[in-house]
């Protein structure tokens, strides 16, 4: 196993990797009741997108570790699932059949631009001050995901600042079958909760908890915090044993109805039917797009922000992406792990299945080979088993690990020259634009369209690597596509 995974060679032991892949685990568990939630809204059976859920994440992480050895975690996207269901289907009236189709492609695109190293040549396009602006971005991203599942903020949000309520007018009388979403402008205000929810006072006592267990430096110090936060939770009643429900979530029910999803995309319900009307092909294909952009920029960004800061990918590994050949690097080698990711999400039900920012959890308490990937794809697949007791652990209790997680990232922008203002501009906007964007890719995307107008405004186009210039195109087109469609 040593050498298999190089342990010696990267620092760590097998104690330290499956700590690692079950801290990751249980930072992004969340995910497998979260994503069915999502994607039933649209008719797809809950059971069904619970275990393609699962299977999806286990075996695409299972390939990252195996094939890369690198430390990160898959699963069905959180953004990428919300697009599929409010976007795809219920705004452009596309069935869910036809909606994973499109997945499907954008799957097969994406190992396309990987082989044929497109994909990579964006990472080194990429200049330096971006990339640990990318990566304190991460920071920020993650750290925002926490407090928001901790329940520390509320938000305020005024009637006439209301856009739309489940897609239709706001001022609806009243919403058949509740309210599924809402859409608000700028006029949306953030303020910190009262703390007299349970759960927020759950959050406040895991972070205490995690924070002593760090400084004093406790090992797996994260995990731990995780667990011992679950128990408080018990007598605060954020934690209900009573409601383990193991009938709802048979192992036999899910595996019966999984048969409605798994490989629908062959047949006449998926891409037969997605290209049996010409006329909206145009429409095809943008959405195939604007799920792909987001999916790639999604997957560098977080190895970009996660790899240099950890040195999981060291600078000679990001320097091979330009002499090595096939997929001898390291970062090769992860680049295809995550791009068939999403393929096998498709095949088995699933909306985009990325690469995951929670792998910092993981990677924060010291995995750093392929081996804490094998963990966490293992407790995947015995989730299948135990889900109603993973259900049970809070977002209060994985909160504080995402925040401090957060921190950490943060040290990146110490490498950032802030007293140049040329550079400090588009650093600002890749890093803290990530957080408020609440997306990876739109936060990459703001940092390359101020870095190109530094450059332009300074007359040094020629330092604009052609691939900036072109990603800052396909944006601008996606973008464009979004307030279209």
Known sequence: MDKFFKLKENGTTVSTEISAGITTFLAMSYIMFVNPSILALTGMPNQAVFLATVFAAAVSTLAMGLLANVPYALAPGMGLNAFFTFTVVFGLGFTWQEALSMVFICGVFNVLITVTKVRKS????????????????????????????????????????????????????????????????????????????????????????????????????????????????????????????????????????????????????????????????????????????????????TFIGTGRRTGIFSDEDINALETSSGF??????????????????????????????????????????????????????????????????????????????????????ADINWTDFAEAVPAFFASIFMGLAYSISYGIAAGFFAYCLVKMVQGKTKEIHPILWISVVLFAINFIALAII
């Open 122 to 301: 964006l990472i080194k396009a990429i200049p330096e001050s971006l990339q640990h602006a990318i990566s304190a971005g991460i920071g920020v991203f993650i750290a925002y995901i926490g407090i928001k599942n901790g329940n520390l903020l509320q938000f305020t949000i005024d009637g006439i600042n209301l856009i739309s309520v489940n897609g239709g007018d706001p001022t609806a009388e009243s919403f058949p079958g509740g309210i599924s979403s809402v859409l608000a402008n700028s006029g949306a205000v953030p303020e910190l909760v009262n703390f007299t929810n349970p759960s927020s006072l759950l959050t406040l006592i895991g972070l205490a908890i995690t924070i002593a267990l760090m400084i004093r430096g406790v090992k797996s110090a994260i995990l731990l915090g995780i667990i011992l936060t679950t128990l408080i939770g018990i007598p605060l009643g954020v934690v209900d044993l009573g409601s383990i429900d193991w009938t709802g979530n048979s192992v036999a029910s899910a595996f019966a109805a999984l048969d409605e999803t798994f490989l629908v995309i062959f047949t006449p319900a998926g891409l037969p039917s997605l290209f049996g009307d010409i006329s909206r092909l145009p429409i095809v294909l943008i959405t195939i797009f604007a799920f792909s952009l987001s999916d790639v920029f999604d997957t560098i960004g």
């Open 328 to 413: 001898n690097s390291k970062m090769d080698r992860a680049l295809f792990g995550d791009s068939i990711g999403t393929l096998i999400g498709a095949l088995f039900g699933t909306s985009n299945t990325t690469t995951y920012v929670e792998s910092a959890a993981g990677i924060g308490v010291g995995g750093r080979t392929g081996l804490t990937s094998v963990a966490t794809a293992s407790m995947f697949i015995l989730s299948i088993f135990i889900a109603p007791i993973i259900g049970i652990v809070p977002a209060s209790a994985t909160a504080p690990a995402l925040i401090l997680v957060g921190v950490l990232m943060l040290s990146s922008l």
